[in-house]
């Protein structure tokens, strides 16, 4: 009689990851390999607070509370936005990555798995603490996570490759540009007529070239913006 194998189910958040990847992020034409592969691997439910674990794998917005006198509430991109932006932002395994208001750190270990060095900046102490902890929980405490100024970006270590906005942005952009390496790309989502003239929001790609930066815009997407990259109000007389 033959031995029998017995295979071990597969962990609860393993399935729930898999769902994830199959029902939300190859469904909107995510179809490189190595994203995929990494949002499979990182546990997204590490990365949220007690109470918003359970909704980790689930396609609905998701809010985190300010956490200090700097913070403010961040609202986490879906997966599918997510997922769709990192690939658009076409990282090679030599890249340098520079993470912008990563919130909690998901994104940042999702790069931290697709280039070669992943820096986070985060304007609240308190908050950059958070994706500390919650990037060492998943063996990642060595990824650099500072704190400053969102439109600051991170000079002392520029040029970047890629950078990544977490968030909608309608202004304040001039200085993270100025930390793209040539060929250096910059995504996030541009907020209202800034990016369509219709008011609607959109996924874009800037690119540093030799003559400035292009820009490219890619999909509709939603998101708060982040009250750092605001437009001034402009006064009519």
């Given at each position: 009689m033959p031995a029998s194998h017995f295979v071990a189910p597969a962990p609860d958040d393993v399935i729930q990851r898999r769902n994830m990847v199959d029902c939300q992020i190859r469904t909107v034409d995510v179809t490189d390999h190595a994203v995929i592969e990494r949002f499979l691997e990182v546990p997204r439910d590490r990365f949220l607070p007690p109470e918003l674990a359970t909704f980790a794998y689930s396609d609905m917005p998701l809010k985190l509370a300010s956490v200090g006198p700097q913070s403010e509430a961040r609202q986490l991109l879906t997966p599918a936005v997510l997922a769709r932006l990192i690939q658009s932002a076409a990282v090679k395994p030599s890249d340098k990555v520079l993470d912008v208001a990563?919130?909690?750190?998901?994104?940042?270990?999702?790069?931290?798995?697709?280039?070669?060095?992943?820096?986070?900046?985060?304007?609240?102490?308190?908050?950059?603490?958070?994706?500390?902890?919650?990037?060492?929980?998943?063996?990642?405490?060595?990824?650099?996570?500072?704190?400053?100024?969102?439109t600051e970006g991170a000079g002392s270590d520029a040029p970047f490759d890629v950078i990544f906005i977490n968030g909608a942005v309608e202004s304040h952009l001039d200085q993270l540009f100025r930390q793209l390496r040539p060929g250096g790309r910059l995504v996030t989502i541009l907020h209202g007529t800034e990016a369509s003239g219709?008011?609607?929001?959109?996924?874009?790609?800037?690119?540093?070239?030799?003559?400035?930066?292009?820009?490219?815009?890619?999909?509709?997407?939603?998101?708060?913006?982040?009250?750092?990259f605001r437009k001034q109000a402009e006064f009519v007389f």
């Open positions: 990563s919130g909690n750190g998901y994104s940042t270990a999702i790069f931290a798995g697709l280039a070669k060095e992943v820096v986070a900046v985060d304007a609240d102490a308190i908050r950059a603490d958070v994706i500390k902890t919650n990037l060492a929980a998943v063996g990642l405490g060595s990824v650099r996570v500072l704190t400053g100024p969102l219709s008011g609607a929001c959109s996924a874009v790609r800037y690119e540093s070239q030799a003559g400035g930066i292009s820009s490219l815009i890619l999909f509709d997407a939603e998101a708060p913006v982040l009250s750092a």
